[in-house]
């Protein structure tokens, strides 16, 4: 429709700034929608940006990440370039950037994923809906081995425990298992 890019930038805050990846020909472009109007932004040629994203990878297999981020971050979030007043960055990735971890590389903003800049206007046009019947566990306490990360006892990996799920879990579920109840057996039970 017509006035969509209008009314994707009417449902943005002041502080928010949509950007959308994507590939056109041989080069990745960036699509940054907020308030105030909308821009694209060339990124560079596809191949070596997608060779940066992959490397994320091999931070998956214990390759120290520090890097790829730092490359990323200089290829991905620079030349977008968010003003100060930017606090939370929408991403839309598609392809070999669905691999990065935008958190890291958007550094200090709130970073949260959207499918395409339309769900996220269809989303916020409707009034928020509580859903029924949901089931959500949040801020899972780990057994904890004395300081902020723990260990998976099946993996070996170790994790941070993530706080913030405790809120988000309260806001969608009907049936929520917070803190020490989120364990296996009580989601069976919960399952159940």
């Known amino acids: ?8 930038r ?6 928010e700034a949509l950007v959308v990846y994507g590939v056109l020909s ?18 560079g040629q ?10 994320m990878e091999l931070a998956r297999a214990g390759v120290d990440p520090g890097a ?10 620079g030349p977008v370039d968010l003003s100060r007043e930017v606090r939370a960055v929408l991403v839309a990735p598609h392809g070999a950037r669905t691999l990065v971890p935008f958190a890291a590389v958007f550094e200090g903003r ?17 009034p928020p809906v509580r859903g029924s019947g949901v089931l959500a566990l949040g801020d899972p306490a780990y057994a904890a081995t004395g300081s902020r990360t723990v260990s998976l006892m099946r993996s070996g990996v170790e994790l941070a425990r993530l706080p913030a799920t405790r809120v988000e879990a309260e806001a969608i579920g009907t049936t929520v298992l917070l803190g020490a109840e989120a364990t296996e057996p009580r989601l069976a039970s919960a399952l159940a």
């Open 1 to 8: 429709e017509a006035d969509s890019l209008a009314r994707l």
């Open 10 to 15: 009417e449902v943005l805050r002041k502080d």
């Open 26 to 43: 041989s080069s990745v472009w960036a699509v940054v929608v907020q308030r105030t109007g909308a821009r694209a932004v060339h990124l």
């Open 46 to 55: 596809r191949e070596s940006i997608e060779e940066s994203c992959r490397a």
């Open 68 to 77: 790829s981020v730092a490359a990323l971050r200089s290829r991905l979030a």
């Open 110 to 126: 709130e970073v949260a994923y959207v499918p395409s800049g339309t769900t996220l206007r269809v989303l916020r046009d409707r």
